[in-house]
């Protein structure tokens, strides 16, 4: 039972335009939405993270959108350039008593973005 | 960039045998995650620890164990490896923000 979905595992767009990722949630309790950017050989690095009581966070050329009533958030990167080439993976965090805050991972989305 | 190391960074070993992977990290965080990740699955949550001593299983923690003996220090050991645990094993440590989590550059793990 997939908590986090990202169903496109792939997309490509060309330098300087728009990347949309999306990210589909269905568990209603989560109280952050995370998303973090892994290039291969290395550990995931985070970028940018949203609180469920907001439904925007934006970084620099990094905003990240949630809508709550769809249980759906999405990553705009606008400009896209070409280091931006990469896997992104959904996050989703829950505060749960008596334990850690554990994360809850999206399958990924190999962002390629063309010269 | 956060204190985390892992070692090994690469290992291949035989069915059957044990491994350890360690997580080493600078930060004096309190909590300490092990996640593998495989295609088409994301990262799953393997184990992860609140303290030293106090651990707890994720969401595939069969055949997995792990310690914590210190703050700085988190183990994952297979006692007995499959070829089902041939992946790649990322540990990843928090501190007090309750929204991010930074991640070690990984070990990967062939079981033949």
């Known amino acids: 039972d997939q908590q986090v979905k990202q169903n496109s595992p792939s997309l490509s767009v060309q330098e300087g335009r728009i990347s949309i990722l999306n990210c589909d949630y269905t568990n209603s309790m989560f109280d952050y939405f995370l998303w973090y950017k892994k290039y291969p050989a290395e550990g995931p690095t985070f970028l940018i993270s949203i609180s469920s009581i907001k439904d925007k966070n934006e970084d620099g050329r990094f905003t990240v959108f949630l809508n709550k009533s769809a249980k759906h958030l999405s990553l705009h990167i606008v400009p896209s350039q070409p280091g931006d080439s990469a896997v992104y993976f959904c996050a989703a965090f829950l505060i749960s008593s008596g334990s850690a805050r554990q994360l809850t991972f999206g399958s990924g989305t190999q962002l390629t973005v063309l010269p | 960039d956060a204190g985390i190391t892992q070692s090994p960074r690469h290992k291949v070993t035989e069915t059957g045998t044990p491994v350890t992977l360690r997580c080493h990290q600078t930060e004096n965080h309190r909590y300490m995650y092990w996640y593998r990740q495989d295609p088409g699955h994301g990262l799953r949550l393997i184990h992860y620890?609140?303290?030293?001593?106090?651990?707890d299983k994720g969401e595939v923690s069969d055949g997995y164990s792990v310690s914590r003996s210190k703050t700085e220090d988190f183990l994952l050991t297979l006692e007995s490896a499959t070829s089902s645990q041939t992946s790649v094993y990322f540990c990843a440590i928090s501190g007090a923000r309750p929204d991010t989590q930074y991640f070690g550059p990984g070990t990967r793990l062939t079981v033949l």
């Open positions: 620890s609140y303290g030293v001593k106090d651990t």
